[in-house]
């Protein structure tokens, strides 16, 4: 779990030390944590949802390394501004903590910076919520440049307005006049540095931003299709499948945190970029989406997602709703979809398999670890990339050098051979530029 650095004293502002303080990193053993999971059930809430909710949550604590060791939800009209729960359930958890041992709170929703200092002064006990949990499993796998960058982002942008619990042993009580101590100007210091440390992140990743989109205008001449889907849905296993990109697989949440991008040789003669994504959550944070824009982009840039559902979770369908919601949220709810039912072999049986393909028309079911159903998959990204494109057959003037290097971008030349004056070339192009070709004549 993640403990935060502080009381360092400060050296020269924006020094290597300084950074160094502000990266936050595992410092002890975390499966020394027990934890106790505790949520809201509020009156719009339906108890599926909920349950489904905490569910999460523990694969999540575990994924970091926790044992969780109880659970609590209680049912309110709202949430408590001061304790998120009541007052009396504050003290159930207490005397819960002290017959477990738990040592870790864990809250299924975002906690004010108030609400997180007035539960551990009631409880004594460490206590975190869902956002600080997923940050601190994105900082343990994150391994690329690129990935530490976003999750080093979002955990500053997480902490700023949480900052004053670091340093409430250096500050006086009361206020006014002679109040001002050195928690005090400690605080403003880091407040400022981390300010600046966002800042140049958010820089380096406007950096990242370009540099891919260079990538992506370079690879406009081939269709894109983006593997898509809840965490731990088997999207990695499938794109080792088909492509032999070596992904790291796991059964975890969360095992990879990078777009990964591999050229996937299609019958024939075609050829598509398939893109492997960040597994969606429930509840995703809000920092995450922003700080890892540069990697959503490449879901928005794809012609065709392949939603990837584990067909083996109980209430599969629902993790698909919850999916799409994400999906929805990022802005890539209205491009084609093909459902893809992975994990066939761990599945209820053929009747549960059956009511899927009458309820789904055109899923396709995978087991990727033994390859069934991938050559479906295969004609399916297949017959997406045919529909796509147009072979043409062009007769260009060798003068007219800026459209022959502008086809050389847009398109992917199958043979040329000079005639005369004229460059006569057979290329595969995606439909919208093939129209703008005839619009120029040279099509012949």
Known sequence: MLRR???ERRTSEGSAAERRRFSIKKKYDPKDERAILVGVS???????DENESLDELAQLARTAGATVVDRFVQNRTRIDGKTYVGRG????????AAIHEANLLIFDDDLRPAQGREIEKVTEIKTIDRTELILDIFASRAQ????????????????LPRLRRLWDHLERLGGGIGTRGPGEMQL????????????????????????????????RTMAKVALVGYTNSGKSTIMNALTDAEVLTEDLLFATLDATTRRLELPGGHAALLTDTVGLIKKLPHHLVVSFHATLEEVADAGLLLHVVDVSRPHCERYLELANDVLEEIGVKDKPVRIVFNKIDRAGGPEELARFARVYPGAIFTCATSGEGLDELTRAICAFVESGEEVLDLAIPVSDGKTIATIHEQAEVLATNENGDHLE?????????AARLR????VR
Not at 145 to 152: F, L, N, S, W
Not at 425 to 433: A, F, L, N, T
Not at 439 to 442: E, Q
């Open 425 to 433: 070339m057979r290329i595969r192009v995606p439909k919208p530029y």
């Open 188 to 219: 403003e210091a880091d407040r400022r540095l981390i300010r600046t440390r966002i800042r140049m992140l958010k820089k380096l990743l406007k950096g990242v931003e370009v540099d891919r989109a260079e990538q992506r205008k370079r690879r």
């Open 89 to 96: 359930m504050i003290e159930r958890i207490k005397n819960a």
């Open 42 to 48: 509020l009156p719009n809430t339906r108890v599926e």
């Open 144 to 159: 690329t440049k690129v990935a530490r960058i976003q999750v080093e982002l979002a955990q500053f942008e997480y902490e």
């Open 439 to 442: 619009k120029l004549g040279v």
């Open 5 to 7: 650095r502080a009381g």
